[in-house]
């Protein structure tokens, strides 16, 4: 199994606590793809951005139907988040 240095949430601190905390806020906890990207705070903002533009702003598909394209996509490449 593959391993990549995370900065835990004890650890995190400017705007690597931020990303943390707007991450909690929005999903109640913190996902592992969250912490993998800690080392990069840039490229984890500029994803987390892109989900919730992709996954939360009104679009042609509702909350369910891209809630279930995500599970379908995450099962398809193996990734059980």
């Known amino acids: 199994m ?5 900065i835990g949430e004890s ?7 931020q990303a943390y905390e707007l991450a909690r806020d929005r999903s109640g906890g913190l996902a ?3 912490r993998i990207m800690s080392h990069d ?3 984890l903002n500029a994803s987390m951005q892109f989900y919730v533009k992709l996954m ?7 909350s369910q139907q891209k809630e279930m ?3 379908v996509v995450s099962g398809a490449n193996d ?3």
């Open 11 to 17: 650890e995190a601190s400017g705007l690597l606590q």
């Open 41 to 43: 705070v840039d490229t």
């Open 32 to 34: 592992n793809i969250i």
């Open 69 to 71: 394209l995500a599970t």
């Open 2 to 6: 593959a391993y990549i240095s995370q």
């Open 56 to 62: 939360k702003s009104p679009n042609a598909l509702s």
């Open 79 to 81: 990734c059980y988040y």
